[in-house]
């Protein structure tokens, strides 16, 4: 990954729905270059998703969770992934294992996601804070 890409992915974090065109005029490339390095960036898996930002504000939680030394923190984060509502998944080092934000249209379809995650083998513990107002 050069100069370009990085700045590439810099602009598609701050507004995603920049064209092709206006991206390339930014960086100073074609438009088919900007087409090629997102593609080249999707195929390698740099870029894993593309999503939106609402300006309705769903409730979300983090979620820290503990894992057995029984269990590969790995696959457990890969169970983790499929459940709905899972925003971001993260291995950490320290008290906790893995760090989930967890989002959902009300509170209660965030609580049936950590109830997933809780039922997930080799969740010792989990420790649940909801996010009551975001600034960035």
């Known amino acids: 990954m050069?100069?370009?890409d990085k700045k590439l992915l810099e602009?598609?974090?701050k507004d995603s729905r920049l064209t092709y065109t206006k991206m390339a005029l930014i960086l100073g490339v074609s438009e088919g270059t900007i087409r090629q390095r997102i593609g080249r960036l999707v195929v390698s898996g740099v870029i894993v998703r593309f999503t939106?930002?609402?300006?309705v504000e769903c409730p979300e939680a983090l979620v820290m969770l503990s894992i057995s030394p029984n269990f590969s923190t790995s696959k457990v984060a890969e169970q983790i992934?499929?459940?709905r509502g899972i925003t971001s998944i993260s291995e950490v080092?320290?008290?906790y294992d893995i760090f989930?934000?967890?989002s959902g249209v009300d509170i209660s379809s965030v609580n049936?996601?950590?109830d997933d995650i809780r039922g997930i083998k080799g969740v010792e513990?989990?420790?649940t804070l909801f996010i009551l107002r975001k600034w960035k």
Request: aromatic residues 4%.
């Open 2 to 4: 050069d100069e370009i």
């Open 11 to 13: 602009l598609l974090r």
């Open 52 to 55: 939106i930002e609402t300006a």
């Open 81 to 83: 992934m499929m459940i």
């Open 93 to 95: 080092a320290g008290q």
């Open 100 to 102: 989930v934000i967890v």
């Open 112 to 114: 049936d996601s950590i």
């Open 125 to 127: 513990n989990t420790y």
